[in-house]
Structure formats: structure tokens, C-alpha cells
């Protein structure tokens, strides 16, 4: 069983900042890619970033310069640095991750977080 646990949403004001945090736990022998997907409320959900096990990182357009990933693989985490928030931004966040996981073999999984949400006042 694993799962990811995300933290750090909230309501915050146009311009503001906030974090966010998912961390995968669980019978996990590796992680391939992690990232952060929104839905706000009629719209599909929508990738905003992704970072590779080794660092590389892709941005939606509409949040480059103002959103930052991360990652800790010693801690199986990864991190969403949001600034400049706009209004627009409002949405459910999840974020997401390719596991392979140990059970009698290893197999790839691909899991994602219960959502945070985000709410930017104008």
C-alpha cells in the first residue's frame, strides 16, 4: 500500500505565496517522476509542473517564472513553491508520482495525492 500525503494549501491573497508538500510513504523502491496537477471547479484538470528523478523540471506557461518544484528523494517528497499568486490560480492541487513498488516483484504504479486546495482572493 502506499500512498501520497499532500499539505500546505490554503486561502491566500493575490500576490501571496504558499507551499505545498507531498510525500509518498509505503512499500516504494523508487520514484520516476513526481508532479503537480489542478482542477478548478468545471475545468479538466490541468498539469502545472513535473520534475524528473533527476532534476529536470517542466512548467506550465501560465505559471513559469512564478512556480517553483522541488524535490528531497531522501525524504520521497516533492514541494510546489507558489509566488505571485493570481486569482486564477484557485483550484484543487494534486500532485502525483511514478512509483515502482515492491510486492512479491516490482511493479510501476502511478499514484496520486487526495488534493489540496488553493484559493486566491482578488
Known amino acids: 500500500q502506499v500512498q501520497l500525503v499532500e499539505s500546505g494549501g490554503g486561502l491566500v491573497q493575490a500576490g501571496g505565496s504558499l507551499r505545498l508538500s507531498c510525500a509518498a510513504s509505503?512499500?516504494?523502491?523508487?520514484?520516476?517522476?513526481m508532479g503537480w496537477y489542478r482542477q478548478a471547479p468545471g475545468k479538466q484538470r490541468e498539469l502545472v509542473a513535473t520534475?524528473?528523478?533527476?532534476?529536470?523540471?517542466n512548467y506550465r506557461d501560465s505559471v513559469k517564472g512564478r512556480f517553483t518544484i522541488s524535490r528531497d528523494n531522501a525524504k520521497n517528497t516533492v514541494y510546489l513553491q507558489m509566488n505571485s499568486l493570481k486569482p486564477e490560480d484557485t483550484a484543487v492541487y494534486y500532485c502525483?508520482?511514478?512509483?515502482?513498488?515492491?510486492?512479491?516483484?516490482?511493479?510501476?504504479?502511478?499514484?496520486w495525492g487526495q488534493g489540496t486546495q488553493v484559493t486566491v482572493s482578488s
Open positions: 502525483y508520482a511514478e512509483l515502482v513498488v515492491v510486492t512479491t516483484t516490482l511493479i510501476a504504479e502511478d499514484c
Open positions: 520534475i524528473s528523478s533527476g532534476g529536470s523540471t
Open positions: 509505503g512499500s516504494i523502491f523508487s520514484i520516476n517522476a
